[in-house]
């Protein structure tokens, strides 16, 4: 199966001469086409600090990214912008959703930003808005809906443009527990129907229970990695938890 995502003996150290502090270790694996991969890891093993490197919003010390074949480490910072446009999916913690804008301006300013044709935006938006059950709301501003619903809004808009790679950083955080569950239930949908490939940064068991695979990073290595497999979501909800046992963790989340 073809590889979105390729990761090479990465390392990514902060500071300078006399205090240098290694935040990633020799990182290396691959993500397939239609993968959802969990990233997770104690506060300060450099889990965000390698999805940042991934969504090329920092750079690595050395090593290689490659996203589609293309390594997003020799780009230079005009080739960086349109590559962000056209190859990547951002959905962030704090939903960075603009307030001015409805939820259908929302998600087609991603489109705008690439250079679709106007008469086709509104097909495109109708389109992704059913396969997240937000059509009800899309004339809607962002204050006018719940959370859960900004992070579905958010959610369109990461995938309307097709990116090869979608970047979801802490997606729940912000979130209860009922409009958690609405969100994960429809990356899974995401992922399964429309083959969209998820890498997710997150804390929690229960949201990394969703995905097929889960990295854990500790110390900026990677410490161990699970697959689902045939498991159902509880029983790797289970796994998940042991393996956060070992790293330290909070397992205070259940089902």
Same mark, same amino acid.
Do not use: W
């Given at each position: 199966?073809?590889?979105?995502?390729?990761?090479?003996?990465? /390392? %990514?150290?902060?500071? *300078? %001469?006399?205090?240098?502090? %290694?935040?990633?270790?020799?990182?290396? =694996?691959?993500?397939?086409?239609?993968?959802?991969?969990?990233?997770?890891?104690?506060?300060?093993?450099?889990?965000?600090?390698?999805?940042?490197?991934?969504?090329?919003?920092?750079?690595?010390?050395?090593?290689?990214?490659?996203?589609?074949?293309?390594?997003?480490?020799?780009?230079?910072?005009? /080739?960086?912008?349109?590559?962000?446009?056209?190859?990547?999916? &951002?959905? =962030?913690?704090?939903?960075?959703?603009?307030? +001015?804008?409805?939820? $259908?301006?929302?998600?087609?300013?991603?489109?705008?930003?690439?250079?679709?044709? $106007?008469? /086709?935006?509104?097909?495109?938006?109708?389109?992704?808005?059913?396969?997240?059950?937000? +059509? @009800?709301? !899309?004339?809607?501003?962002?204050?006018?809906?719940?959370?859960?619903?900004?992070?579905?809004?958010?959610?369109?808009?990461?995938?309307?443009? *097709?990116?090869?790679?979608?970047?979801?950083?802490?997606?729940?955080?912000?979130?209860?527990?009922?409009?958690?569950?609405?969100?994960?239930?429809? &990356?899974?949908? !995401? *992922?399964?129907?429309?083959?969209?490939?998820?890498?997710?940064? +997150?804390? @929690?068991?229960?949201?990394?229970?969703?995905?097929?695979?889960?990295?854990?990073?500790?110390?900026?290595?990677?410490?161990?990695? !699970?697959?689902?497999?045939?498991?159902?979501? %509880?029983?790797?909800? *289970?796994?998940?938890?042991?393996?956060?046992? !070992?790293?330290?963790?909070? +397992?205070?989340?259940?089902?």
């Amino acid at each position: 199966m073809l590889k979105v995502l390729t990761v090479e003996n990465i /390392e %990514k150290y902060y500071g *300078n %001469k006399g205090n240098v502090s %290694k935040a990633i270790d020799r990182i290396s =694996f691959d993500v397939k086409k239609g993968d959802f991969v969990g990233i997770m890891g104690p506060s300060g093993s450099g889990k965000t600090t390698l999805l940042n490197c991934i969504s090329t919003i920092d750079k690595i010390t050395t090593g290689s990214i490659l996203i589609s074949g293309k390594d997003i480490t020799t780009l230079k910072r005009s /080739e960086l912008e349109k590559f962000r446009r056209d190859e990547l999916g &951002f959905i =962030f913690q704090d939903f960075n959703l603009l307030d +001015t804008l409805t939820a $259908a301006e929302n998600i087609a300013l991603a489109l705008t930003i690439q250079g679709r044709q $106007a008469e /086709e935006i509104p097909q495109i938006v109708s389109e992704v808005a059913d396969k997240l059950d937000i +059509t @009800d709301i !899309l004339e809607k501003f962002p204050y006018e809906v719940s959370g859960g619903q900004k992070q579905r809004i958010a959610s369109a808009r990461a995938i309307v443009t *097709n990116p090869s790679l979608v970047l979801a950083d802490e997606p729940t955080g912000a979130l209860d527990s009922k409009s958690a569950r609405m969100l994960l239930d429809s &990356f899974e949908q !995401l *992922n399964a129907e429309l083959k969209t490939t998820i890498l997710m940064v +997150t804390h @929690d068991a229960f949201t990394a229970s969703y995905a097929k695979r889960i990295l854990f990073i500790k110390d900026g290595k990677v410490f161990n990695e !699970l697959y689902r497999g045939k498991d159902t979501r %509880k029983e790797f909800f *289970n796994r998940i938890i042991e393996v956060v046992t !070992l790293l330290g963790g909070d +397992t205070n989340n259940v089902f």
